[in-house]
């Protein structure tokens, strides 16, 4: 079992739709990353919780430490949110993230 | 700020041969890291560097595989008689120590024939 579990794997929505993609993780950890990744390689860091809830635009991103569960909300989702969006994890005294598989989210016109 | 910047972009070898990749961080950020992606998968932490030192190696740098950081600005990785396994995206990552917020380069591409 992987340390890091998102869900679900590949999502397609409308424009316009609300999106969750989910996050779980069985280590303690004193940080979470959410990372977009478009096609070709470049990845852009989202937020970084390590508590409660963050928002930027139309992105949130909420975390749940007792129960090791992070997600990730999208509201009016747009084509441009298209990518692989992935949750990495940095646990207690270690630099190294451990990320997750990445849900790849379309959204259609 | 220009930006996490690594080249070159695509490499394709023949097995066996050495490859170098490179990393040039942001100016000012201590911390850089390495990473490997193979298709469909998450990135996999290869190394850490706080300044020029080394201070964290995963498992998967085998013998054939070694990182430095000379003068703690930019990062080499190289990769020595190469195998097809080793056919992937090596990304590199920094920061500075506050604010945290990790900037990755656009990666390398290797492709091992």
């Known amino acids: 079992k992987n340390e890091v579990e998102q869900s679900p794997q590949n999502l397609t929505a409308q424009e316009g739709e609300f999106i969750t993609i989910n996050c779980s993780y069985s280590?303690?950890?004193?940080?979470l990353h959410w990372l977009q990744q478009h096609p070709g390689g470049g990845i852009v860091s989202l937020f970084m919780?390590?508590?409660g809830k963050k928002k930027h635009g139309r992105l949130i991103a909420t975390i749940n430490i007792q129960e090791k569960h992070s997600s990730l909300h999208i509201t009016a989702s747009h084509p441009r949110d298209s990518a692989v969006y992935i949750c990495a994890v940095r646990g207690g005294g270690s630099e190294k993230l451990v990320f997750g598989k990445g849900t790849k989210l379309t959204v259609n016109p | 700020d220009t930006g996490v910047s690594q080249n070159p972009r695509h490499k394709i070898t023949k097995r066996g041969q050495n490859v170098t990749f490179r990393c040039d961080p942001i100016s000012e950020h201590n911390r850089l890291y390495w990473y490997r992606q193979t298709l469909g998968q998450g990135p996999e932490f290869l190394t850490y560097?706080?300044?020029?030192?080394?201070?964290?190696k995963s498992r998967l740098l085998s013998d054939r595989f070694s990182a430095e950081r000379p003068k703690g600005s930019f990062s080499t990785l190289e990769i020595q008689r190469t195998e097809q396994g080793d056919s992937a995206m090596y990304l590199c990552?920094?920061?500075?120590?506050?604010?945290?917020?990790?900037?990755f380069g656009e990666g390398s591409w290797l492709t091992v024939v």
């Open positions: 919780l390590s508590s």
């Open positions: 280590v303690g950890i004193s940080a």
């Open positions: 990552a920094s920061r500075r120590d506050s604010p945290n917020t990790i900037y």
């Open positions: 560097f706080q300044n020029e030192a080394q201070l964290e």
